[in-house]
């Protein structure tokens, strides 16, 4: 029966980072691997008072259908706090509520792109982007990220060339690399787009995760007419109650909800009340600044222990935020050599190829801080400096 | 930027029924036109027991990322339901768990249709499916419906000629008609796919919702490697909790892990939890007794309200379960303009053709019992009778 499949399921690979994850996961691995935040920080009981208050309050509501949009007071703080913390001037009307910010790039990829569409994506760029979208079939145009962003001369070729209708951009701690734009580059890349037919998505979901240095200028700010910014709860509340939402213009707005509608009505209402019940309650900036306090301290154990274990050929990106690292091996060195010899020594990470379109292997690998206290970060080091000293002799 | 819009979105419709919905919740209405279930009969205070008892005893865990596939303990649940209600023989490992049935359909397009290719669909036929295959451009294929299930001798011609890859039914208590699948015409139809490269989506978000009759035999009985059959918590615990589930041979259902990976990663992990949760320490037979007690009540008083209020050349659907009555009117009286009449009149309903994929009008209609007390469900019977009487003078 396998000939039923469409052409578009028949491209897709099967994911490389879950077979990844599922070695990881292995008793003894200290895995760097996975993207999680660090579940001791998770607002339990606080959330169980919200639950409790929500179903005792408006339980019949909370459990029944409702508005494909969202929540309107969930709709209505999340503009809010783009008010506040960054001066976006943005009306509820034009957020859509999403299960996890992943659907936001489903929906989008559903209402814009055709086969053979451009898309120009980072690289390297965001795995589950490039998993969403291209079950859309596009053409994807890859251009080069350096410490400060993408690279412009490669953009303006790609716009010039491939025609695209999507830039994608995680324009804050990057996953897989940590870096984040500089104000320059965002202006830069803002002009390029400017008065093109092209859309940016401003993928957001490290935005709040910052240890230092100040809030850069949002591309909403600077093409606010040509942005789809993209927001989530799961790296501030919880991820297992996927809310995320994307923030566009009402012309396309009124599409993505069409699609929302047939993808699955509407996202989960019961914990959309109880996250802005959550949010009502108690102070989302304390708690922020816990788990910042918690990550960065976690970053820079796992900076200490990279001076101290791998060898100086080894280049490191310097995050100000976000929850991983990204280095690049010296160029003879495969990291996929060196995941199976660090896989030997008991510790994982993810071997960089996935977040290019075209590679099969590299030099580069992602390692995550967020999820393991500071003494198994020294411990995990150290095992994968001897597993790339063995492979490097 | 309009233009910027993909080839599928730009040909889907607004829903009709949004807008009807809308119209409906003025005050002053009562509206029959929606599928809510009766939200008094929500198990409000059981999920505030099982939501305090998960954070208290695995919080962290469930609110952490999770499987793509779904909750271990809710697939084993499922599968073992299977086998104490209908003695389905179905692996924990065959199903997934979705946001909600309708997100089961947008799976199934997208990991099978390509454009043009065949889907049958009742006639009338459930609009959620209507919408959420549309967006992958089939070719429609409607076979009618009479009260014994789809027309074999359409359904024959279709196959012979359509060459269709689906085909998709609800054969217990129907949306929008009612109706269910006699014994003797789901052989008949399985007789008709067996052998054939054609798959039966087999939606059942109803069938526990029984007032009478005995539990028929499923189509994954009688052809399980051509059945994806589709089931949801929504109408027996609550639906804002947005969880359904799939069940499809191996072979599929590794691609429609992909795909759901990509459309949004995973179905939110605290409700999955929390709905096991309570299906384990609750009895959920007596609450699904307590549910279809109510209902119907519901639907005789809606069957009595008609009989006594319309005039006798209306036709009733007569339904041993589920949500809704189907009435056709006299050929020559178009719902439409009854829509009209009734909301001057203070009463709503759905009129029957978005149900079609190729009428504009009909003289049928869809009628919801499940989320009025007898008393309303009376009152706004009656103001359909005046305002039919008053288009028909």
């Known amino acids: 029966m396998e000939q039923l499949l469409s052409q578009r399921i028949s491209n897709a690979r099967p994911s490389f980072i879950r077979e990844v994850l599922k070695v990881a ?3 003894g691995i200290i895995s760097f691997a996975g993207g999680l935040p660090n579940p001791t920080l998770f607002p339990v009981a606080a959330l169980k008072q919200a639950s409790a208050a929500i179903l005792d309050e408006e339980g019949e509501a909370a459990l029944q259908y409702t508005a494909t949009e969202g929540h309107g007071g969930l709709r209505r703080w999340i503009a809010e706090r783009y008010r506040a913390t960054q001066n976006l001037d943005i009306d509820p009307g034009q957020i859509l509520i999403t299960n996890g910010s992943q659907q936001a790039l489903d929906l989008i990829g559903k209402v814009l792109l055709d086969a053979g569409d451009g898309v120009v994506i980072e690289q390297p760029g965001y795995l589950g982007a490039i998993q969403a979208l291209t079950l859309y079939q596009p053409q994807f145009l890859p251009v080069a990220l350096d410490d400060d962003g993408i690279d412009c001369e ?6 010039d060339n491939g025609r695209p209708k999507l830039l994608y951009t995680v324009p804050n701690f990057q996953n897989p690399s ?15 787009l400017a008065g093109r037919k092209v859309l940016l998505i401003e993928d957001n979901p490290y935005g709040e995760l910052r240890f230092g240095g100040a809030v850069p200028t949002s591309f909403h700010a600077l093409l606010p007419q040509q942005t789809l910014l993209l927001g989530s709860f799961s790296k501030i509340v919880a991820p297992s109650l996927r809310l995320g939402w994307i923030v566009a ?3 396309l707005l009124q599409k993505l909800i069409i699609a929302k509608q047939a993808a699955d009505l509407h996202t989960n209402g019961f914990s959309q009340r109880l996250l802005h019940r959550y949010l009502r309650d108690n102070d989302i900036d304390r708690h922020i600044a816990a788990i910042t ?3 960065g301290r976690q970053k820079a154990a796992m900076e200490q222990a990279i001076a101290h274990y791998l060898p100086a050929g080894v280049r490191i990106t310097a995050p100000q935020g976000g929850m991983f690292l990204w280095a ?6 495969s990291a996929l050599r060196l995941f199976e010899a660090a896989l030997e020594n008991g510790v994982a990470f993810v071997p960089g190829h996935p977040f290019y379109v075209d590679r099969d292997d590299s ?30 002799s």
């Open 178 to 192: 940590g870096i984040s734009y500089s104000e320059r580059r965002r202006r830069e890349v803002a002009a390029l």
């Open 363 to 392: 030099n580069t690998l992602r390692l995550n801080y967020t999820n393991a206290d500071t003494a198994t970060i020294d411990d995990g080091i150290r095992r994968l400096g001897a597993a790339l000293k063995t492979l490097m």
């Open 293 to 295: 306090e918690v990550y």
């Open 328 to 333: 690049e091996l010296p160029p003879q060195v």
């Open 25 to 27: 996961d292995n008793p």
């Open 154 to 159: 490669g953009l303006r070729h790609a716009l």
């Open 249 to 251: 213009p009402h012309w």
